[in-house]
């Protein structure tokens, strides 16, 4: 089976521009999560949507930061505008179930620059 | 609150000598614990959790609740095993993982 993809892999945009990341999970799988790691820190939890609907947002750092998934497939993060402390990697993963349980599996991640 | 302590940044050994990879944790109730590897250029992938008391590619991890640890342990380290290990375990909710701030191993000839 295919596995979670992200687009892109790497993002290089100035300060105050605009960038969407991109996630397709695994087919089937009603679970999807963003994450993210700033250089230096650990990974952070962002959100996680159950299909199309926000279960947990509680992560999302402000409201620069937009999540959708229109039709429970693929989901995308908006970061708008940038700042340079959005710079790091930002990992997608899905699970069947609650990943806890089933287990997650995660993208390649997008490597996000801010300059 | 829930937490996940990694204390070692980086650890460095040769091949053949014993790992452990420290991780200590915060978590009200009885947690379930993972930990998780990124090889060079490749995705966050699971190596293993604790429910399944399993050996993937000779590592082992024993949950203590008395000293709230969950060490990653190999007998012997091979070049191959360099890489970066997230220990992590689930949010009060479970619906999404709690990470330390991850150890790079490296293993040199």
């Known amino acids: 089976e295919a596995g979670v993809t992200q687009f892109p892999s790497h993002s290089v945009i100035e300060k105050g521009q605009t960038v969407t990341l991109r996630c397709d999970p695994i087919?089937?799988?009603?679970?999807l999560y963003w994450y993210r790691r700033v250089m230096g820190k650990e990974i952070k939890f962002l959100l996680h949507?159950?299909?199309?609907?926000?279960?947990?947002e509680s992560g999302m750092p402000n409201n620069r930061f937009l999540a959708e998934r229109t039709g429970g497939t693929y989901s995308t993060l908006k970061v708008q505008p940038a700042e340079l402390e959005d710079s790091g990697v930002y990992f997608c993963?899905?699970?069947?179930?609650?990943?806890?349980?089933?287990?997650?599996?995660f993208g390649s991640g997008t490597r996000l620059t801010v300059v | 609150a829930q937490r996940v302590t990694q204390p070692e940044k980086l650890l460095s050994v040769f091949k053949g000598a014993p790992v452990e990879l420290k991780c200590n944790y915060s978590?009200?109730?009885?947690?379930?614990l993972f930990w998780y590897v990124q090889y060079s250029r490749q995705r966050l992938q699971l190596l293993l959790r604790?429910?399944s008391r399993e050996s993937i590619k000779g590592f082992t991890a024993d949950l203590n609740k008395g000293e709230t640890s969950f060490h990653l342990k190999k007998p012997f380290a091979q070049e191959e095993d360099s890489a970066m290990y997230y220990c992590?375990?689930?949010?009060?909710?479970?619906?999404?993982?709690?990470f330390g701030k991850g150890t790079t191993l490296s293993v040199s000839s």
């Open positions: 949507f159950v299909k199309e609907s926000k279960q947990d």
């Open positions: 992590a375990l689930p949010n009060q909710a479970g619906t999404a993982l709690i």
């Open positions: 604790h429910i």
């Open positions: 087919s089937g799988h009603d679970n």
């Open positions: 978590y009200s109730g009885s947690p379930e």
């Open positions: 993963a899905s699970s069947q179930g609650l990943g806890s349980n089933y287990g997650y599996t």
